[in-house]
Structure formats: structure tokens, C-alpha cells
């Protein structure tokens, strides 16, 4: 994935300025940044829902575009997107994923759904299929996202803050998952508020706000100035070894604490 | 059903309306009433896909805009008199004697052509329904499956507006997915279900209006909505039993939800679990209830 001098935003309004960025098959970027910083507007971009007003952007060596995704491409939103009470059962919901590739008939085959029921299995959802999607917790609704955009062939996963609005247990489960699939050779581009969570899992991060602050491993961004540039307020940052944390500055609301 | 699915729940309304519009522009020009009411429909609908395109607006305030100014635009029409022949009343409420061999041919020949369009069309639909955005960047063409969709309602609304009437289309498209979705939970059920219940809804209440001699259109929705009706309440009830059965399975193994009562007032618990008569005067009503059933069910199992 390559982005150069990229500026992209929507009906002429620029989110992103000057974006310029390279992340290679087989790498596991988190993109963190504060609310409003771009970093929704970046996952849209690359799965051709935003517009590109100036630079080059290509994915897989194919330039995207508004309306045409970049291929092999799997978007996984965030789970309140949709709704859940919609009557649909959570191995149709993955087959929906083939849409586009199968034939034009109301019902999937035989083998497509072999391919969607092996794929819940790998993912820990083995034995849901028939549920309705409603009766899915949380962490498996994500899961359910996930075989979707997998169904379909994808080298390039997109997740859109997949660590928010949910328990501690689950965000273990998805890292590891993502770990075993980004080992297996699938490149991994996610978005979080997080910065611990990054800190302590992620290899590479981009620290966006507009454009792209800092790019790097998290020990070597996530130091005071960056984090000032990326969020325009002060932490403090802990290093400990190999270990590097973000802690709020304490004692804000104490007299004399300078607000 | 996708309609409903969609929250688009007043298209139907708001389509049939700009009906009049077409119907009356038809007349003044004398065209076909057939081509002119699917002219508006089909316009209206297209134009509802493109204002809704725009961010910043819901379906809903699109759906309010376009059709009722075709409504209007009907209205202007038919009261400048250059519509006069326009049956006013049969075009609101509908009549089923106005239909002729040729509406029937009209109505075979359209509902065919959708039946193959949404067979052919049936999961890029589904998906775009449920997730416009996935569905696009899985490779799914969500404008073509909008418009698709947009045009089919259109289609519903011009085939049924003769026997229906403007005012009262809604219903048809609205009540029968509706009382499906109280009712299934997979899809395939639901529109099953749907379908089966437009269908004999609308035979019954054409027996119903030729028996009792009143308008078709009515009382067609009219059956529709005792069905809707009787099947709300029956669920209610239903989710009412299943949450007292739930509650009592709850209550027989809840020994130590109650422990965990008499931890905080160790002589109110005692006193209630060893005299029925008579209730402690601190112990709240609903702690009263559920020690009482608790007990109930308890001895009833053992």
C-alpha cells in the first residue's frame, strides 16, 4: 500500500493533507490519533468511500479510487454500524461476503457454504451458524465481520477501532486472531484510541492528525512531542525496558495544577 | 420486506402519492394513465435516490420533499380542471371494478419482470440492505442495487394503485413485512411469511368488500391491520409467558440470591422464610414476591 502526497476528504472538504505513507505485504500498522484526526476518513479512502483530491494512492499496485476498492481488500467497520436485529442468520451474514463472486440465483452452493462454515470454525464460531446475528455477543459480532471480509479472498485487512466498546477478553481474542492471520501472511491496517494496546502488541504505528505525524515502531513515536502534535495535549510517557506506556497527566483538576 | 428492512417504511405512502401527479399530467396531455403514473413514480423515485445520496439528508425528508410535490403538481392539475375526467375518489381509495383485462396484463407482465429481478439481484440486494458499505468494497454495485430497488417499489405501487387507491398503498407494502418481522427471525421465513400473508390478506378482504359491499381498497388494509393486530398481541403475550417462565426457572435455583438478601438482613429473611402469614413490615414488596414465589415453585419441584 502506498500513499503519496494524498489529500482526500469528502465533497471538497480535505480530511487528509499530505499523507504520505508506504506499508508493506505482511505488516501489522495500528493507526492511532485523536478524534476528527482522519483516521476513519484513511479506512474510507482505501475502500473507495472518500475522495482523492490530490497525490496517488494505490493498493496492491492498483490506484483506488471513489467507488472502486482496492482489490483483495476486507473492511471490518465497527459492530454498531448495522443492525443487528436485521432478520438474517450468521451464516448467511458471511455468505453475503461472496455476493459479488457468486452466481445469480437467492441461494448460495454447496460449496460456498463449506467455504463459510470452515471460516466460523477457524474463527471460534463454530456451531452458530444457524443463530439469528442478533443473538451474537459482542466480540463474536466482530468475529462475524471478520469472516465476511474473509470469505472473500482478501490480502489486506482494514479494521475500524476494533479495540473500542468492548471487554478485555475479547480484544485479546481478535489480537491474537489478527496475529495468526497477519503470521499467515495478511497485511493488517487498523485504527484505535488505544495507544497502550499499541504499545504493547503493535510493531508499527502512524500517529495521525490531519497528516501523518509520526510513523514508526511504538517505542520510537510515542514520546511527549509527538503525542502533544498528534492529540494537542500533554502526557506523560513511561518507559520501562522494552516497555513504553501513555498515561493521562495526573492531578488536572488540582488547585494550582495550571488549568 | 426490504422496504421495511430498510426503514423506508413511508416510500410506499409517498410514491403512490406522486401517482396522482402522473395520473392527472397524463389525462391533461392525453397519455396513457398507465405510462404517465409510471413516469411519476419511476421519477420520483430516482429523484428520492439522488436527494438521499446527499448526506446531510434521511431518506425520510427525501421521500417528504419529492413526492409530495408531485402530489401537489397533481393537485394543480386536476383543480385547473384540465384533468376533469380524473376520478378523484377512485384514485385515492381504489376500486377494484375499475380494473380491466388490460390492468391485468399490466400488473402479470410487471410483477413478472420483478420476480426475475429480484431473483437475479437477491443477495446484492440483501447485502446492500443490511450493509451498504461492505457491500460496496466487497465488490457488490450498491447505486445499481439502490436504484434497482427504488424502481421495484415504483413498480408495486403502479401495479397496486387501481385496486388500493393512493392513500392507502402504504399498508400493502408496510403491514404484511411488518407482521412478519414480530413473527420469524431468519430471512427467508420472514418473506415467506410476508408474502403469504399480502396474498391472503388481500383475498380476504376482497370477500370481505364484495360481501359486505364496501370499498376494496379498505378493507383489504383493514384485514391487514386485525392480522398485524392479533399477531402483536400475540407475541406480546408470548414474550409476557416466556419471561414469567424464565422468571420462575430463575427463582427455583435463586437459594442464594436469597442467602444473599439474608447476609444484609438476617432476621427479615428468617421471619419470612418461616412465617407465609405474616410479611415483616421492613421487607420491600417485590423482595416479598420473589421470596414467596421462590419458595413456591421450590416445593413444587421437590
Request: aromatic share 6%; charged share 20%.
Given at each position: 500500500m502506498l500513499a503519496a502526497g494524498v489529500s482526500a476528504g469528502y465533497r471538497g472538504v480535505p480530511v487528509l493533507r499530505d499523507l504520505t505513507f508506504r506499508i508493506d505485504r505482511g505488516e501489522f500498522v495500528g493507526a492511532v490519533g485523536p478524534s476528527g484526526s482522519g483516521k476513519t476518513t484513511l479506512l474510507r479512502l482505501l475502500t473507495g468511500q472518500a475522495d482523492r483530491?490530490?497525490?496517488?494512492?494505490?493498493?496492491?499496485?492498483?490506484?483506488?479510487?471513489?467507488?472502486?476498492?482496492?482489490?483483495?481488500v476486507g473492511y471490518v467497520p465497527q459492530v454498531e454500524s448495522v443492525d443487528w436485529t436485521f432478520p438474517l442468520t450468521v451464516?448467511?451474514?458471511?455468505?453475503?461476503?461472496?455476493?459479488?463472486?457468486?452466481?445469480?440465483?437467492?441461494?448460495?452452493?454447496?460449496?460456498?457454504?463449506?467455504?463459510?462454515?470452515?471460516?466460523?470454525?477457524?474463527?471460534?464460531?463454530g456451531g452458530l451458524e444457524g443463530r439469528p446475528?442478533?443473538?451474537?455477543?459482542?466480540?463474536?459480532?466482530?468475529?462475524?465481520?471478520?469472516?465476511?471480509?474473509?470469505?472473500?479472498?482478501?490480502?489486506?485487512?482494514?479494521?475500524?477501532e476494533p479495540t473500542s466498546g468492548v471487554d478485555l477478553k475479547t480484544r485479546h481474542d481478535v489480537l491474537h486472531l489478527l496475529g495468526e492471520l497477519n503470521e499467515a501472511g495478511?497485511?493488517?491496517?487498523?485504527?484505535?484510541?488505544?495507544l497502550n494496546w499499541v504499545a504493547a502488541h503493535l510493531p508499527r504505528v502512524l500517529c495521525l492528525n490531519q497528516t501523518v505525524v509520526a510513523d514508526g515502531s511504538p517505542m520510537a513515536v510515542f514520546t511527549p512531542g509527538v503525542l502533544r502534535a498528534t492529540y494537542g495535549t500533554d502526557v506523560r510517557v513511561i518507559r520501562d525496558g522494552d516497555m513504553v506506556f501513555v498515561a493521562d497527566e495526573t492531578h488536572l483538576l488540582r488547585p494550582g495544577s495550571g488549568r | 420486506m426490504f422496504v421495511v428492512l430498510r426503514r423506508m417504511s413511508y416510500i410506499g405512502h409517498g410514491l403512490s402519492h406522486s401517482v396522482l401527479g402522473g395520473v392527472a399530467v397524463a389525462i391533461a396531455l392525453d397519455w396513457n394513465l398507465y405510462l404517465g403514473a409510471a413516469a411519476a413514480t419511476l421519477l420520483s423515485a430516482l429523484l428520492i435516490d439522488r436527494v438521499t445520496r446527499r448526506r446531510q439528508l434521511h431518506v425520510d425528508?427525501?421521500?417528504?420533499?419529492?413526492?409530495?410535490?408531485?402530489?401537489?403538481?397533481?393537485?394543480?392539475?386536476?383543480?385547473?380542471?384540465?384533468?376533469?375526467?380524473?376520478?378523484?375518489?377512485?384514485l385515492l381509495f381504489g376500486n377494484i371494478l375499475g380494473v380491466q383485462r388490460a390492468d391485468v396484463a399490466v400488473v402479470v407482465v410487471m410483477a413478472g419482470a420483478a420476480a426475475v429481478l429480484?431473483?437475479?439481484?437477491?443477495?446484492?440486494?440483501?447485502?446492500?440492505t443490511f450493509d451498504p458499505t461492505v457491500a460496496a468494497v466487497q465488490g457488490v454495485r450498491v447505486g445499481a442495487m439502490e436504484v434497482l430497488f427504488n424502481v421495484l417499489v415504483a413498480a408495486v405501487i403502479i401495479v397496486s394503485v387501481r385496486v388500493l387507491g393512493v392513500l392507502l398503498i402504504a399498508a400493502a407494502v408496510v403491514i404484511p413485512?411488518?407482521?412478519?418481522?414480530?413473527?420469524?427471525?431468519?430471512?427467508?421465513?420472514?418473506?415467506?411469511?410476508?408474502?403469504?400473508?399480502?396474498?391472503?390478506?388481500?383475498?380476504?378482504?376482497?370477500?370481505?368488500?364484495?360481501?359486505?359491499?364496501?370499498?376494496?381498497?379498505?378493507?383489504?388494509?383493514?384485514?391487514q391491520a386485525a392480522a398485524f393486530a392479533f399477531v402483536a398481541a400475540g407475541t406480546t403475550l408470548?414474550?409476557?409467558?416466556?419471561?414469567?417462565?424464565?422468571?420462575?426457572?430463575?427463582?427455583?435455583?435463586?437459594?442464594?440470591?436469597?442467602?444473599?438478601?439474608s447476609g444484609d438482613q438476617p432476621r427479615t429473611a428468617t421471619e419470612s422464610g418461616g412465617s407465609d402469614t405474616a410479611p415483616p413490615p421492613s421487607a420491600t414488596p417485590a423482595v416479598e414476591a420473589r421470596s414467596t414465589r421462590g419458595g413456591g415453585s421450590s416445593s413444587g419441584t421437590s
Open positions: 483530491f490530490a497525490g496517488d494512492l494505490a493498493v496492491f499496485g492498483a490506484p483506488v479510487r471513489r467507488g472502486r476498492p482496492g482489490p483483495r451464516e448467511h451474514a458471511v455468505l453475503l461476503g461472496l455476493t459479488a463472486d457468486s452466481r445469480p440465483v437467492p441461494w448460495f452452493s454447496r460449496a460456498e457454504r463449506r467455504r463459510a462454515r470452515a471460516l466460523l470454525g477457524r474463527l471460534g464460531l446475528i442478533g443473538e451474537l455477543s459482542g466480540g463474536q459480532q466482530q468475529r462475524l465481520f471478520l469472516a465476511r471480509a474473509m470469505v472473500r479472498r482478501c490480502d489486506l485487512l482494514l479494521l475500524d495478511m497485511t493488517v491496517l487498523l485504527t484505535t484510541h488505544d | 425528508a427525501a421521500i417528504g420533499v419529492v413526492t409530495t410535490a408531485m402530489f401537489a403538481l397533481g393537485v394543480v392539475v386536476v383543480s385547473s380542471g384540465r384533468g376533469g375526467r380524473v376520478n378523484t375518489e377512485a429480484v431473483f437475479c439481484c437477491w443477495k446484492a440486494l440483501l447485502f446492500t413485512a411488518a407482521l412478519a418481522r414480530l413473527v420469524a427471525r431468519s430471512f427467508t421465513p420472514t418473506l415467506a411469511l410476508a408474502a403469504g400473508v399480502g396474498s391472503a390478506s388481500a383475498a380476504a378482504g376482497l370477500y370481505v368488500s364484495f360481501w359486505v359491499d364496501v370499498a376494496s381498497g379498505a378493507s383489504i388494509v383493514l384485514v408470548a414474550a409476557r409467558l416466556g419471561l414469567r417462565r424464565a422468571r420462575r426457572t430463575a427463582a427455583a435455583p435463586a437459594d442464594p440470591f436469597c442467602e444473599e438478601g
